[in-house]
């Protein structure tokens, strides 16, 4: 079945970075976007960027423009989303999905917690 | 930036229909997707290309889009259909959420 498992639960510290993971299996990895997603506690999904696990392109959210970059691995069918100069307010359960045009995001992995905290 | 806009909160007796609104400036002229969310769970994807149902998701759960508004439908609503429902629509590249609507089943 088609699935997406991202890596576990990370903490960091203000200004530090994060790289979450999310391997894909089931499919095959370069015929659908990756998106990534991200959920603070209690609120609503928040859209970060896609990437094309074919050529690499990639389009971010204009709010994390400077601060993320999205990456793959072809060879073993992993994305991953590296975000930088970690704040506070960046605290939240970071979701990867699989995306085609038009179609919206499906499946969506199992999510990876991320804890700023000094 | 683009803005989708649904009410916070719906109640529904069991077996009743639900119907959850997402409003958006000619969100007609765009796809919209709907995702529930139960508590502690990823997101899934219910309805996608404004009316179409996943393999797997029951034919209970319904989607409309026209004018500014999206809405889906949940028809003979059961308990289990408690949950968070986010839409999702794109402008110029970008994907938009919707705020989220808690829908509960009284």
């Known amino acids: 079945q088609v699935q997406l498992v991202q890596s576990g639960a990370e903490v960091k510290k203000p200004g530090a970075s994060v790289k979450v993971s999310c391997k894909a299996s089931?499919?095959?990895?370069?015929?659908?976007?990756i998106n990534w997603v991200r959920q603070a506690t209690g609120q609503g999904l928040e859209w970060m960027g896609w990437?094309?696990?074919?050529?690499?392109?990639?389009g971010y959210a204009q709010k994390f423009q400077g601060r993320v970059t999205m990456t793959r691995n072809t060879s073993i069918s992993t994305a991953y989303m590296e975000l930088s100069s970690l704040r506070s307010e960046d605290t939240a359960v970071y979701y990867c999905?699989?995306?085609?045009?038009?179609?919206?995001?499906?499946?969506w992995g199992q999510g990876t917690l991320v804890t700023v905290s000094s | 930036s683009y803005e989708l806009t649904q009410p916070p909160s719906v109640s529904v007796s069991p077996g009743q229909t639900a119907s959850i609104t997402c409003s958006g400036d000619?969100?007609?002229?765009?796809?919209a997707c709907w995702y529930q969310q139960k508590s502690g769970q990823s997101p899934v994807l219910v309805i996608y290309?404004?009316?179409k149902r996943p393999s797997g998701i029951p034919e209970r759960f319904s989607g409309s889009n026209s004018g500014n508004t999206a809405t889906l439908t949940i028809s003979g609503t059961q308990a289990m259909d408690e949950a968070d429902y986010y839409c999702?629509?794109?402008?110029?590249?970008?994907?938009?959420f919707g705020g989220g609507t808690k829908l509960t089943v009284l």
């Open positions: 000619k969100l007609g002229d765009e796809y």
């Open positions: 290309q404004d009316r």
């Open positions: 999702q629509a794109w402008d110029s590249s970008t994907a938009v």
């Open positions: 999905a699989r995306g085609a045009s038009g179609s919206g995001f499906d499946p």
């Open positions: 990437m094309n696990p074919d050529s690499g392109n990639t």
């Open positions: 089931g499919y095959t990895f370069t015929s659908y976007d």
